[in-house]
């Protein structure tokens, strides 16, 4: 596999809440096509994001309510990077950070707990796999109190096993509620390693990017 010119990505990292594995899982997925920057709740440097074409916001443990606390140094420099025309991409709880209460950049979309919705499968939060239908093709995948989506206009991607979706992308946002970015260590648990996807969900997750986001699906040359 061939890949052209490499654009920057900014990842989040702020553990557990945009965790450390998390950040890890999507660097594997993500870094052979892709230049990788990380950041954290401190002040970056001045001109930081002015050559970023996409930010990540990763999953983790939490509430989704420390957003004010750990984005406050940052928060100004990453909206002005997304009205330039950067991307976003949110994972479990950078999805839940789309909403109105946080970065605010969905069109009449809402952003909630898949738990709480009608005929969901999963009715509590731990660490479990999630039967998701992605493009037409159904998979097992590791999941932790994901978001889905309701209202406005967005394209699915993948739904859950209620028909909710559980992956979209509305213009220049895409979120998805499941960990495709999940690795080995994430399924050690006995009932869990039967699901271990051997890395197949990264490339999942490249080619969400890639296709949906940063419009290069021309770059996939064997």
Request: charged share 20%; hydrophobic share 40%; glycine share 10%.
């Amino acid at each position: 596999m061939l890949w052209l010119v490499k654009k920057n990505i900014a990842i989040f990292l702020h553990h557990p809440m945009c965790s450390a594995e998390s950040v890890n899982g999507i660097i594997r997925a993500l870094a052979p096509a892709y230049n990788i920057k990380l950041f954290t709740r401190h002040k970056v440097q001045e001109g930081f994001f002015d050559d970023v074409a996409m930010v990540v916001f990763p999953g983790g443990t939490g509430d989704a309510s420390g957003f004010s606390h750990l984005l406050k140094s940052n928060l100004d420099d990453v909206k002005q990077c997304l009205r330039r025309g950067g991307k976003y991409l949110g994972i479990c709880m950078g999805a839940y950070w789309a909403d109105a209460y946080y970065f605010d950049i969905l069109k009449d979309t809402r952003v909630l707990q898949y738990i709480k919705r009608p005929g969901a499968d999963i009715r509590s939060s731990y660490g479990t796999t999630a039967a998701v239908e992605w493009q037409g093709e159904k998979h097992r995948m590791y999941f932790y109190d994901g978001a889905t989506f309701t209202e406005g206009a967005f394209q699915t991607v993948a739904t859950y096993a209620n028909g909710d979706p559980m992956a979209i992308v509305q213009g220049s946002v895409g979120l998805i509620g499941c960990h495709l970015e999940s690795e080995e260590s994430w399924y050690l648990k006995k009932y869990m390693q039967p699901y271990w996807h051997q890395g197949k969900q990264h490339d999942l997750l490249l080619s969400f990017v890639a296709e949906y986001l940063l419009n290069e699906p021309q770059m996939f040359l064997f």
